[in-house]
């Protein structure tokens, strides 16, 4: 069976746990290929490919139904002085838009991805949730993203601000690149993100990551 193909329903229970690096490294690639196809235009396609080596600190959270598809997954890429962002791609660091310059302190939202079958379910919001909590757990003060027109609602919403900076034409719709404080997106995301949460396994490693969030500040209405 393919392992990037969801035959699951919104009625199976979900596991999601951490990426491993090395034995996962290739159901990571071919759904981070899935996703820039289905966002980018044929002729685009090459050159927003990513690369591993273009994301040292990249960690990637996984999600498969009970059959072992991976039916969704979410990226971040952690704060460090080795950082590497995928909008540098397209747009310079440090950027005069963005409100710091410091790789230690700045993280990056770098994909989402989620099988058709599990889509409106909860599961792209946990695991947008859990990737922005995996900055917060490394130290990331700002986090940024790229966003396109729906999407950028989203974040907006969620605490991002736009900054103008237009890093991605796909066909008719710009993407942007936003930031915002990982803490208060974080409580922003927190109400919505509970409850959809509360539809998934976590293991052990990000149970212990959401129970020092829960035991913060950003947790309490």
Not at 1 to 12: E, F, G, K, L, Q
Not at 119 to 146: C, N, Q, V, Y
Not at 175 to 189: C, F, I, K, M, Q
């Amino acid at each position: 069976m393919d392992p990037t193909t969801s035959t699951s329903t919104s009625t199976t229970r979900i596991t999601i746990r951490l990426a491993d690096p090395t034995s996962d490294q290739a159901l990571v690639d071919a759904l981070r290929r899935r996703s820039i196809e289905e966002l980018a235009s044929p002729e685009q396609r090459d050159a927003l490919m990513p690369r591993a080596q273009d994301a040292p600190t990249a960690c990637f959270l996984l999600a498969f139904d009970t059959t072992g598809v991976c039916v969704g997954m979410a990226g971040s890429v952690l704060p460090g002085p080795q950082a590497r962002y995928g909008f540098e791609r397209r747009a310079s660091f440090p950027h005069p838009a963005l409100p710091i310059t410091d790789r230690s302190q700045l993280g990056e939202g770098l994909m989402l991805y989620v099988a058709p079958a599990e889509r409106r379910g909860g599961l792209a919001r946990a695991l947008t949730f859990l990737s922005t909590l995996l900055l917060w757990d490394a130290g990331a003060s700002h986090i940024a993203a790229e966003n396109g027109a729906v999407s950028l609602g989203m974040a907006r919403a969620a605490g991002f601000t736009d900054t103008g900076v237009v890093t991605i034409h796909n066909r008719s719709e710009p993407y942007h690149l936003v930031v915002g404080s990982t803490s208060e997106v974080l409580r922003n995301a927190w109400p919505a993100s509970e409850r959809a949460l509360t539809a998934y396994e976590l293991e052990p490693t990000l149970q212990t990551m959401l129970g020092r969030f829960l035991a913060s500040p950003l947790a309490r209405p």
